[in-house]
């Protein structure tokens, strides 16, 4: 897993309530099990018109917010059904970090396995912020990870909370397949002496 330490960039408002799963990346892009290529699915239903052709309205298609690599949103970002492919797409879009008051509790636990950084702020903390992104191409925030801080255009900053546990694998990239390696002397340790026990096995 890509580790997480700083982050600059452009933060894209989306203030819609409830914004789901099934929204994020709609159930015809689930057929996959590659994390690559679900980019041009994120959030499909309101990026394109029926025809096809983006919808200039959606705010990820507004000119200043295609490279957005943060998403500021409104409250309980990611309810809604479990889809791991959620954090896929906007990992393959280029989002690293999504800021909102509350998140669905999986798509929550699914962000910090695949190297989204999901951060929860306070109403007021979030309005600020929303101000912040509704800059345009100036809408730059930064956040650092190992302070615990977004700091805005502005050079104002809000703090943030994060369980240590789950810090400290986004500092170093570090997924469940990623925490069993460190351990994998005791592990093979554990094995061959199963194995010396237990010859017939």
């Not at 894209?12 to 041009?40: C, E, S």
């Not at 943060?70 to 797409?89: K, L, M, Q, T, Y």
């Not at 397949?177 to 237990?198: M, P």
Request: aromatic share 8%; with cysteine; proline share 4%.
């Amino acid at each position: 897993m890509e580790k997480f330490t700083k982050l600059e960039g452009v933060a894209a408002p989306l203030k819609i309530v409830n914004v789901d799963t099934d929204m994020i990346i709609p159930k015809q892009y689930l057929k996959t099990l590659k994390r690559t290529g679900l980019a041009k699915g994120l959030f499909s239903e309101l990026r394109y018109k029926d025809d096809g052709s983006d919808n200039p309205d959606f705010v990820l298609n507004k000119p200043a917010y295609k490279n957005a690599k943060i998403i500021v949103a409104d409250n309980n970002f990611g309810c809604g059904s479990s889809r791991e492919h959620a954090p896929w797409a906007l990992m393959d879009y280029g989002i690293r970090c999504v800021i909102s008051t509350q998140f669905g509790d999986i798509f929550y636990n699914n962000c910090f396995k695949n190297g989204v950084l999901p951060i929860k702020v306070s109403k007021e903390d979030l309005d600020k912020l929303f101000d912040d992104a509704d800059r345009g191409a100036n809408a730059t925030l930064s956040i650092d990870l190992e302070k615990q801080e977004i700091r805005g255009p502005d050079g104002g900053v809000v703090k943030f909370e994060i369980d240590p546990h789950r810090k400290h694998c986004m500092l170093n990239g570090l997924d469940d397949i990623g925490l069993t390696h460190l351990k994998k002397e005791k592990i093979e340790s554990f094995e061959d002496k199963a194995k010396a026990a237990r010859p017939w096995a």
